[in-house]
């Protein structure tokens, strides 16, 4: 199978990072608009627990946001679980004027509509894209007292132990979930996967002993892993970071390598008028513009983005194909 991350789709992710950062600067400069957007009360929707780096993020938006429009109260509201299904249908209710923005994942922008047989909304019907923020790598980590020096005596040890590793991800059915899987069949690798709501409840079981690796997104391993509670044994894609040397990258074009493919979009309820959305994107680009959002991004390891709605939903087109590609590839079936 084609990795996610194909040449292709690299070059779709460079062009809207560069048309992302010349419209940043374009709405910067522009006159303000006449302000039927925000409302009294605007809610950023976290689909993930309190404390990991998507729910730092969305805080720092809120913060942003309510700097920009004191008159606003602008709240982080998490709604987790269920295959980040109560994160949508809380940002469809009664959205409409843009009030509720979701910090949206692969999840459920593109596998809920592959995953379910009769999917419960249309992301493409019922999400309208606001900005493709940011993206970022995963990695697999292990308690540094499990005795695994390298990814290699990690995957040896699956091959000599067969159904009797655990790896932990952070929401079944995700991006994760889906790589675990075809990365898995493709080796004729052995090993549970075990989902949890959230990185961070996955991070303390592996710290206490309870799981046998972690795959999450870098942000969220990263506090761990620089204190040397978690080790970091590979990053999933075709990166080497600085603090972990050791962390072998994973390459994108070669369809046996582990890779994770991880991005995040801000949406609103798709009834959202344009011209709402439009003002919705000005008031986001200048908060992903502000000095101190772009460092902690760095802090984590995410790549920042901030495309324009046009230029997120054209990486929307093309992400849908390559994750239907990625779904019916790993050999999950339908709920």
């Known amino acids: 199978m084609q990795a996610v991350h194909s040449a292709g789709f690299k070059k779709q992710f460079k062009t809207i990072f560069a048309a992302g950062l010349v419209m940043m600067s374009a709405v910067l400069g522009a006159p303000a608009q006449a302000a039927d957007w925000p409302e009294k009360t605007v809610s950023i929707i976290v689909p993930f627990p309190p404390g990991g780096s998507t729910d730092v993020i969305g805080r720092m ?3 942003g946001l309510a700097k920009l429009h004191p008159e606003t109260n602008v709240i982080v509201e998490n709604v987790t679980g269920g295959a980040t ?3 949508v249908f809380a940002t469809i209710k009664g959205g409409e004027n843009g009030n509720k923005i979701l910090m949206s994942a692969e999840t459920s922008l593109f596998i ?10 249309d992301p493409d019907r019922d999400l309208a894209s606001v ?3 940011y993206r970022t790598p995963h990695s697999l980590s292990v308690n540094p007292n499990s005795g695994y020096k390298s990814f290699e005596d990690f995957v040896n040890a699956i091959k000599a132990n067969p159904g009797k590793i655990s790896i932990a991800v952070n929401v079944i059915g995700g991006s994760a979930h889906l790589s675990l899987e075809r990365w898995k069949q493709a080796n004729k ?3 549970e996967i075990v989902p949890y709501k959230g990185g961070v409840q996955a991070a303390t079981d592996l710290m206490g002993g309870h799981i046998d690796a972690h795959v999450d997104v870098l942000g969220n391993t990263f506090p761990f892993a620089v204190e040397g509670k978690v080790k970091p044994l590979a990053i999933l894609q075709n990166l080497k970071v600085a603090e972990f040397p050791d962390a072998v990258p994973q390459s994108e074009d070669n369809p046996t390598d582990l890779t994770v493919p991880s991005i995040l979009v801000l949406t609103v309820n798709g009834k959202t008028p344009k011209s709402t959305i439009d003002k919705i994107y000005e ?3 200048k908060v992903a513009a502000d000095e101190k959002f772009k460092e902690k991004l760095k802090s984590l390891h995410f790549e920042l983005i901030a495309a324009t709605p046009e230029e997120s939903n054209k990486f929307r087109e093309a992400a849908t194909i390559e994750f239907k590609k990625m779904f019916e590839s790993s050999g999950l079936p339908q709920n």
């Open 61 to 63: 938006l809120a913060e």
């Open 85 to 87: 299904l109560p994160s």
């Open 112 to 121: 809920n509509k592959y995953s379910f047989k009769n999917p419960p909304y």
């Open 131 to 133: 900005s493709y923020l």
């Open 189 to 191: 690798l052995d090993f």
């Open 283 to 285: 008031s986001i680009s």
